[in-house]
């Protein structure tokens, strides 16, 4: 269903791009909203289709085993949807704040059952009563739910009839109200827990379309995690879990439709 909305969102923008540059090509057409980019402060709301992956660096010895990695992450689709203030700084910048509500579902993997060599303990971890890992244990379905505040500059080209080429950038504030942080419970349990409170960084690129009644505004964002979202797991949890990795940080990107 997901990928079923990313792709109609996909098909929808190139659709409008085709019939936006048929009316592009008539000789005597007129400028529309002409005096849109003069305002001071404007708004809007987009929609967003996302396809979201964890980066992760593995511990050097709880991680892997010779060249394999005992950590997968399997990358997903999803959706999600926003508000748009715009600051127009001069003719060629604007301060954009972009508020959403992102929707995501992750797969990690855990082949760790190799880590049962080091269940006599090591120097920096204390030993540990194996266990067989099944199926259950294995796999982590990591549900979240992204209130995502990106704060972009914009910088766009001069306006050519009723297009405009833009690049952006910016920083994001991101809360994830599903992060499991606060639990007691760990992966013993089968709760995986993560960072509620990150940042990221954004990059941006998309061309406005200017019709009668609104801008509308395909773009493609890629939105990279800062800060390590790893909670560790209990001190008395096997190391089959969160201690077999050292980093782990969410990657997305968007594709996004805007409406001004």
Known sequence: MNKFLLRALVLASVNIAVFADAQFRTRNRMDKLEDFDEQKFSWGFYLNGNR???RIVLHPRYGSEGNQNLVKSRESYSFGAGLIAKWRLNDYLDLRMEPGLQFAQRQLTFNTQSNDQYAAGTLTNPPFTPMTLTEKDRVR???STLVDIPVLLELHGQRWYNS???IAAGVNYVVN???NSDSEDDNMQQVFRSTTHNFAWSAEMGIQFYFNKFKLTPAIRGTFFMNNEKVADNATTPPYWATAMSTIQTRAVMFVLKFE
């Open 141 to 143: 379905e990591i549900k």
């Open 52 to 54: 979201l992956d964890y």
């Open 164 to 166: 405009r080429p833009y």
């Open 177 to 179: 109200l599903q992060s």
